[in-house]
Nanobody
């Protein structure tokens, strides 16, 4: 079971740190992704990390602003979001799966396990 947290309301240019925690398991062997869905839009890929190798990948619009990382001790995957923009406003979801090949990391269908989502609102 995944639980995402850390969302909130922030002004443009501000920062937020999202966390994704897994219960009943560890993230070892998993690929963990962050996705977001803005009102009226489809869910889209944001960032992904392969736990064991620490391989990461980002959607172009967040490169240089967002950082995905793992915390072994807390069994957590974090998404540090800096220089936030109003267009980053969305519900952010974490997703995880053990059986995700590299070419499918940005694909929603590749993930069986999803957290409940956390709202991020960036005001202008």
């Amino acid at each position: 079971q995944l639980q995402a947290s850390g969302g909130g309301l922030v002004q443009a240019g501000g920062s937020l740190r999202l966390s994704c925690v897994i219960s009943g398991d560890t993230f070892s062997g998993y690929v963990v992704g962050w996705f977001r869905q803005a009102p009226g839009k489809e869910r889209e890929f944001v960032a992904v990390i392969r736990w064991n190798s620490r391989f990461t990948s980002y959607e172009d619009s967040v490169k240089g602003r967002f950082t995905i990382s793992r915390d072994n001790g807390r069994n957590t995957v974090a998404l540090q979001m800096n220089s936030l923009k109003p267009e980053d406003t969305a519900v952010y979801y974490c997703a995880a799966d053990r059986n995700v090949i590299t070419s499918s990391m940005r694909t929603i269908r590749a993930y069986d396990y999803w957290g409940q989502g956390t709202q991020v609102t960036v005001s202008s």
